[in-house]
């Protein structure tokens, strides 16, 4: 199985996957456990390139179609 990283969170009682994925059983893990203020830094990052993007690609941006893109 090759290598893929997982969102996950602590309960308090047992680490549980964001989202469903299969995991073989006796699989071998690598688990990081991240300070709260870098997983807030990730999504002011996120805010921040959605702003960003919304400035590039306004209402002022022209449509592009398939009839503009070269061979």
Known sequence: MPSVSLKAHYDGERIILDEPFEIPPN??????VLPTTEAEMGEDWILA???ALSGA???????????????
């Open 27 to 32: 699989s071998p893990l690598m688990v990081t």
């Open 57 to 71: 690609y306004g209402p002022e941006e022209p449509e592009y179609g398939a009839e503009d893109l070269r061979p």
């Open 49 to 51: 390139a959605r702003k």
